[in-house]
């Protein structure tokens, strides 16, 4: 059995008492932070997203967080929770009769930013030859695949009530990360 001792920063002493080369990364805390994001299996959920918005302190870092996690999945996702003009076809309401997965996040989930290029089965417009009955058994399924944060994060997307339970993720918080007009659209 080998035994390591390390120095006080961190570094792994040598047998002779001399201290040996310590990662570059592990100087500061942003590196540590890079080390671990790197190393990270799951990217980041919009859940997760939604709960550092929320645990912002101000406009800037909130805005920062959504610049950071830029992707068009979460810009779908966003435009369904806060255009106006955007019809979900679904039963509002938080109690959605679907069995939630309670695996560990990183098994056995889909996604929200997979899963988002289906949503538009759920809107107004978007598939027309499913009936009520069909697109609902289509949601709850969508919703049992999702790990339960992501889940209950999309049900608040659903009925338009993102502000509700993350508080300061709202309309005019999206549009001014995305450089949107008042129509969800990119500015010109």
Do not use: C
């Not at 002493?13 to 570059?24: N, R, W």
């Not at 932070?33 to 990217?43: E, I, K, L, N, T």
């Not at 255009?83 to 929200?112: F, Q, R, S």
């Not at 289509?138 to 009925?159: D, T, W």
């Amino acid at each position: 059995m080998v035994i390591i001792r390390r120095n006080p920063d961190g570094s792994i002493a040598s047998q002779e008492g001399q201290v040996t080369q310590s990662h570059p990364a592990l100087e500061t805390k942003k590196g540590m932070q890079a080390m671990a994001d790197s190393g990270r299996a799951v990217p980041t959920l919009m859940s997760e997203i939604a709960t550092k918005i929320n645990n912002a302190k101000d406009k800037p870092r909130k805005l920062k967080v959504l610049k950071d996690n830029d992707s068009v999945a979460l810009r779908q996702v966003l435009k369904g929770a806060f255009d106006p003009k955007i019809e979900w076809l679904l039963p509002m309401g938080d109690d959605i009769p679907y069995k939630v997965n309670d695996a560990p996040i990183g098994t056995e989930h889909t996604m929200l930013r997979q899963e988002a290029k289906r949503l538009y089965l759920f809107t107004k417009g978007g598939d027309s030859t499913l009936s009520g009955t069909k697109r609902e058994t289509l949601f709850i399924q969508m919703l049992e695949g999702l790990s339960a944060e992501e889940a209950e994060f999309l049900v608040a997307v659903v009925n338009k009530k993102v502000n509700n339970k993350y508080k300061g993720f709202t309309a005019n918080l999206v549009k001014d990360a995305f450089n949107w007009d008042d129509n969800f659209m990119k500015k010109e």
